[in-house]
C-alpha cells in the first residue's frame, strides 16, 4: 500500500515538474534562425569554395600566375592562365578558372599559395539547377566584388 | 430581450455552432503549433499573414481541393459514414452547452446525460472508420481507441455521477448557477461537499483527454507504429472532418470541466458574468491540454489501462463514498458547529 501512494505521488510529483520545465521554455525566447530571410555569419575557419583575394589599393588580384596551386591541387579543379603585357615586370591574370564540381575542399591550394592571392570564402548557400552552374569564374567573381 | 421566432433562433444557433466549431478547429490548430513551436524554442507558423494567422485558411484550401480517394476494398459506406459519426455528435453536443445565461441552444433538464450519449458515438464513428479502411494499421488503432475509451469513460462517469450527487441536477445551466459568487463557490474549491473535489477535477481532466485521444494518450494516432492510425485511408476532406471533430470534441471536454468545476460563465470575483469568462475559461483549459501534448511523451497501452484501473477509477470511487458520505454528515456537522458557537 506504501508503494502505491509513493508510485502515486512521486509520479504526479515528476509530471508538474515536466510542465514546468516545458512553461519555462515556452516564454524564453526563441533560437532557431529564420533562414532565408536571415542567415548564419560564418565562423573564421569555415571552409567554403576558394576565391582570389583582391589588393587593397587597386583591387587588381594579388596572383602572379606562378600555378603552384593548379599543380596542388590533388583534383585538378584550377585551371588559370596569365599573360606578360609589353613592358611589365610581372604576369598578370587572364583567366581563373574553378571546377567545384570537383573540389573536396581539402585547402592545398590555400597552402601552396606564397602569396596570399586565394582564401577561403564564406560561401555556403549554394544550390543550382545544373553542374555548370558551380564553375566559377573566380576573376569576374572578383571583379564584381571590387566594384 | 428582443423576441425571436423559433425556427430563426434554431437556424441562428445551427449556423453558429457550426461556425463556431469551424473557426475553433482552424485557429486551435494554428495555437497548437505555436504553443508546439514555442514550448521547443520556435516561433511556429508565421510565413502566411502575420503571425501565421492565414495558416488554417491555407490548410482547409489545400484539403478542400484535394481528391477525395476511396481506396480499394474498403466498406463504401462505413469510409464515408465513419468522419459524420465523428463530427455529428460533437456538433449536437454543442446544443446544450451554456456559454452563457441565455447563450444556449437548448436547455433541457438532462443536458449532462445528452452530451455524454452523444460522445459515446464518437467512439463508434473511430472504429468504424478504422473498421471500414481495410487496412491493418486503421484497424489496430480503433481496437485501441475503443479500448481506451472504455477504460477512460468508467472513472469519467463515476466522477460526473458525484457531481450530479452534489448538485442534484443534469441540467448545465443550473448546475452553473449554484456556482454562483466568489472562486469559493466553484465545484472545485467546494471542499464541504468532499474533500477530494480538486482530485475530483483532476480525474476529469485527465479521462476527457484520453476520451479525445489526445495526447499523451494518443495511442490511435501512433505514428512510429500506425502511421496515421484510424484516418490513415482518408484524404482530403474525409481526414479534414476528422480532424474538426477531434478539435470540437477537446472544446466539450474543455467546456464541460468548465461548466462542472470552474463556474461556466461567472467570474471569479462575482462581477460582470458571461460568456467571455466561459470562453476565457474554456480557453485556458484548451491551453492546458495543449501543454500537456508537448511535454508528455505517449503512454504505452499498458501504462495507459494502469493509470484508468491502478489510479483513477479507485481514487473516483473513494471520492464517490466521501461525497455520498459528506452530504449525510456535512450538515449534521454544520449544525453541531453552529450548536458549539
Given amino acids: 500500500m506504501g508503494e502505491y501512494f509513493k508510485e502515486l505521488f512521486g509520479g504526479t510529483k515528476s509530471l508538474v515538474v515536466g510542465l514546468g520545465i516545458t512553461i519555462k521554455h515556452m516564454v524564453k525566447p526563441v533560437v532557431t534562425l529564420q533562414y532565408p530571410h536571415e542567415s548564419l555569419k560564418m565562423s573564421a575557419r569555415f571552409r567554403g569554395h576558394i576565391e582570389l583575394l583582391g589588393d587593397e589599393e587597386t583591387g587588381a588580384s594579388k596572383c602572379v600566375v606562378c600555378g603552384m596551386c593548379q599543380r596542388a591541387c590533388p583534383s585538378g579543379c584550377i585551371a588559370l592562365a596569365g599573360e606578360k603585357p609589353e613592358g611589365a615586370k610581372k604576369k598578370v591574370l587572364t583567366s581563373y578558372v574553378l571546377d567545384f564540381t570537383k573540389c573536396s575542399l581539402c585547402g592545398q591550394c590555400v597552402e601552396s599559395c606564397k602569396f596570399g592571392?586565394?582564401?577561403?570564402?564564406?560561401?555556403?548557400?549554394?544550390?543550382?539547377?545544373?553542374?555548370?552552374?558551380?564553375i566559377f569564374d573566380l576573376k569576374k567573381r572578383?571583379?564584381?566584388?571590387?566594384? | 430581450m428582443m423576441f425571436i421566432p423559433e425556427p430563426l433562433r434554431l437556424l441562428a444557433f445551427v449556423v453558429?455552432?457550426?461556425?463556431?466549431?469551424?473557426?475553433?478547429?482552424?485557429y486551435l490548430v494554428w495555437l497548437e503549433r505555436k504553443v508546439a513551436g514555442h514550448i521547443q524554442r520556435r516561433i511556429g507558423p508565421k510565413e502566411v499573414g502575420p503571425f501565421g494567422l492565414l495558416q488554417p485558411l491555407a490548410d482547409g484550401l489545400k484539403l478542400m481541393s484535394k481528391q477525395l480517394l476511396v481506396p480499394k476494398?474498403?466498406?463504401?459506406?462505413?469510409?464515408?459514414?465513419?468522419?459524420?459519426?465523428?463530427?455529428?455528435?460533437?456538433?449536437?453536443?454543442?446544443v446544450t452547452i451554456p456559454f452563457s445565461e441565455n447563450l444556449v441552444a437548448r436547455n433541457i433538464d438532462i443536458g449532462l446525460l445528452v452530451i455524454f450519449a452523444f460522445a459515446s458515438v464518437n467512439?463508434?464513428?473511430?472504429?468504424?472508420?478504422?473498421?471500414?479502411?481495410?487496412?491493418?494499421y486503421a484497424v489496430i488503432s480503433a481496437a485501441r481507441c475503443v479500448s481506451q475509451n472504455v477504460a477512460y469513460e468508467i472513472p469519467m462517469l463515476i466522477t460526473v455521477i458525484t457531481m450530479i450527487m452534489v448538485t442534484h441536477t443534469m441540467n448545465l445551466n443550473e448546475i452553473v448557477m449554484q456556482q454562483d459568487g466568489s472562486l469559493l463557490n466553484w465545484y472545485i474549491f467546494r471542499l464541504s461537499a468532499s474533500p477530494l473535489m480538486p482530485v475530483a477535477f483532476l480525474i476529469f481532466f485527465t479521462c476527457s483527454l484520453a476520451e479525445t485521444n489526445r495526447a499523451p494518450f494518443d495511442l490511435g494516432e501512433a505514428e512510429s507504429e500506425l502511421i496515421a492510425g484510424y484516418h490513415t485511408e482518408y484524404s482530403g476532406m474525409g481526414f479534414g472532418v476528422f480532424f474538426m471533430g477531434e478539435y470540437a470534441n477537446i472544446i466539450i471536454g474543455c467546456s464541460l470541466a468548465t461548466i462542472l468545476f470552474l463556474g461556466g460563465w461567472q467570474c471569479p470575483l462575482g462581477l460582470y458574468p458571461g460568456w467571455w469568462w466561459f470562453l476565457a475559461k474554456v480557453y485556458l483549459l484548451i491551453f492546458c491540454v495543449m501543454w500537456i501534448r508537448w511535454t508528455y511523451p505517449r503512454t504505452t497501452l499498458w501504462g495507459l489501462l494502469n493509470l484508468s484501473w491502478k489510479y483513477l477509477i479507485p481514487i473516483s470511487l473513494v471520492n464517490l463514498l466521501l461525497t455520498g458520505a459528506m452530504i449525510k454528515l456535512w450538515p449534521l456537522l454544520k449544525t453541531f458547529l453552529m450548536g458549539a458557537s
Fill in chain 1, 117 to 134: 592571392a586565394i582564401t577561403f570564402s564564406k560561401e555556403y548557400n549554394l544550390a543550382g539547377p545544373r553542374k555548370e552552374a558551380y
Fill in chain 2, 16 to 26: 453558429g455552432i457550426i461556425a463556431f466549431i469551424a473557426l475553433n478547429a482552424a
Fill in chain 1, 142 to 147: 572578383l571583379e564584381e566584388r571590387s566594384g
Fill in chain 2, 123 to 136: 467512439v463508434m464513428g473511430l472504429l468504424l472508420g478504422g473498421w471500414g479502411s481495410a487496412n491493418k
Fill in chain 2, 73 to 94: 476494398g474498403v466498406d463504401p459506406y462505413l469510409f464515408k459514414v465513419a468522419p459524420l459519426l465523428v463530427l455529428v455528435p460533437a456538433v449536437m453536443s454543442f
